[in-house]
Nanobody, 115 residues
Framework: QVQLVESGGGLVQPGGSLRLSCAAS????????MRWYRQAVGKQRELVAH???????NYADSVKGRFTISRDNAKNTVYLQMNSLKPEDTAVYYC?????????WGQGTQVTVSS
């Protein structure tokens, strides 16, 4: 059974940093592309970043240069380092993996950027 568990969210002031973690189980983690999505209140869920098994990365334009996605295959964990946070980054952040055309999601972690 695929399970994803996010952690690391919280309240941070504008310009601050947070690091999100997503621990995966039930999959051969190193083989899969891992994704971070976010969903703000009243908005659609949007793709923030992804990292392939070969360590290729891609980012939404809104976070390029501020966020960094990485993975530790020994720990079955994917990270999202978020720097220079803005109020518009406030959202619930979700970890995602697609396995055999099925989407799996974590429970989400709230990130609030506010002074």
């Amino acid at each position: 059974q695929v399970q994803l568990v996010e952690s690391g969210g919280g309240l941070v002031q504008p310009g601050g940093s947070l690091r999100l973690s997503c621990a995966a189980s039930g999959i051969a983690f190193r083989l899969y592309t891992m994704r971070w999505y976010r969903q703000a209140v009243g908005k659609q869920r949007e793709l923030v970043a992804h990292i392939t098994g070969g360590l290729s990365t891609n980012y939404a334009d809104s976070v390029k240069g501020r966020f960094t996605i990485s993975r530790d295959n020994a720990k079955n964990t994917v990270y999202l380092q978020m720097n220079s946070l803005k109020p518009e980054d406030t959202a619930v952040y979700y970890c995602n993996v697609q396995v055999s055309m099925a989407n799996y999601w974590g429970q989400g972690t709230q990130v609030t950027v506010s002074s």
